[in-house]
């Protein structure tokens, strides 16, 4: 949960955790490969800017993914991209997709 402050009675979001883990070299590094990823399909005519839509990794750059091969590169909309199943009261059912639960077993 984000940390809140309280302005003028009123509570507001504290961004300064935010700004200081944007600014990390892990973070840095995962932005510059998601970038180079969208101008790839930008050129390929894939996808294009405002479009609302998402390059997405199929195998995530976290769990060994290539960054730019085209093969592990989809487009998908942003909703789908940005977000895990939830609960009906808002709460998230599981990080792990259901291919990661799969290969468990």
């Keep these: 949960m984000p940390k809140m402050k309280v302005v003028n009675g009123k509570k507001v979001r504290d961004y300064s955790q935010q700004?200081?883990?944007?600014?990390?070299p892990q973070a840095t590094a995962k932005r510059v490969a998601n970038n180079t990823a969208r101008k790839e399909?930008?050129?390929t005519g894939k996808v294009s800017?405002?479009?609302g839509k998402d390059v997405d990794h199929?195998?995530?750059l976290s769990k060994g993914g290539a960054k730019t091969a085209k093969s592990n590169l989809r487009v998908v909309p942003a909703s789908?991209?940005?977000s895990?199943?939830?609960?009906s009261s808002s709460g998230l059912k599981s990080q792990t997709?259901?291919?990661e639960r799969a290969r468990k077993k």
Excluded: M
Excluded at 19 to 24: F, M
Excluded at 84 to 87: A, D, K, L, N, Q
């Design 58 to 60: 199929i195998r995530p």
């Design 41 to 43: 399909l930008i050129k």
């Design 19 to 24: 700004r200081e883990y944007n600014a990390t």
């Design 84 to 87: 895990f199943s939830r609960t």
């Design 49 to 51: 800017v405002g479009d």
């Design 80 to 82: 789908t991209n940005r």
């Design 97 to 99: 997709s259901k291919r």
